[in-house]
């Protein structure tokens, strides 16, 4: 076991090392002049070439791109992602002060849609092809066919411009809070409970699910002591993928309703040309991504003894 988890780190390692190349390598071919950009926000329109490289040269930007790759990897390894050329702050504070932000919509967003998908599938499985599973599914796939922006201009303008009974940008209250965790939670909600959907119907084709229906269970006790249990692997697998993608959700949600998480940072880096916040931040959602789906394989590896058997085949 502990040899399989090792080898899986070993694997989201090297993923992470990949990715950040990538990153690195696209940021630095993006237009866009770093040195002059800090020139300009130093001294003006007015800057000199003499400045522009003599910044180029304080920030090793002449020198050849595996050695800034290497430095810049080695620097955040360290934990020093630089500073900010917009607010001039170091980014791991800015991130500090941020990532409650993006974490909270995170797990609320992802409750939301862990609690509505099996709620949703199961009502679909215990249906079973009548009136209600056919409502579900057309739900779950206009969920799934809507994207997040339009999502949160329709909620904003049922419930904030309409009826009034909810604000329309984030703040302290619990109740601002509603409108950016529903949208966020939509899509993964949709995709997972027609996974759950699918999976409980395949499921409750094999023989042990005739045998409880034999030893007298109803369909509602035999979707719940034996095909629930069976669809954990498939379901949790699909919900990391999809937790993971809500971090690109988180940006689109946070811009819209003005919450100052990491999300609406990239954006406001992106919009100020500030490339050191764009390689942290992308650094950052690739750790995540990577970090999660290894958590999710983890507890799979442990839940599902078919897959260490797998494995060490």
Known sequence: MLTLIARRTLLALAMILAASALTFALIAAAPGNVAALIAERTAGPSASAELVQSIADDLGLNDPLPVRYGRWLSDSVAGDFGGSLR???????????????????????????????LTIGMLGAISNGGKIDSLLRA???AGASTPNFFVAALLVMLFSVTLGWLPAFAGSSAASWIMPCLTIALFPCSVLSRVVRVNLQEIMS????????????????VLTREALPNIAVPYLTTFGAQFTLMIIGSIVVETVFAMKGIGAFFIEAIRFRDFISMQATLLSFIMFFVFVNLFVDIICLLIDPRIRRQSNA
């Open 206 to 221: 094999r023989p042990f699910a005739t045998t409880g229906f034999a030893m007298g269970y109803t369909r509602l006790g």
């Open 87 to 117: 607010t001039g702050k170091p980014i791991l504070e800015e991130f500090a002060e941020r990532a409650p932000v993006t974490g909270l919509l995170l797990v609320c967003g992802g409750a939301i849609a862990l609690i509505m998908s």
């Open 139 to 141: 739900l779950s796939l």
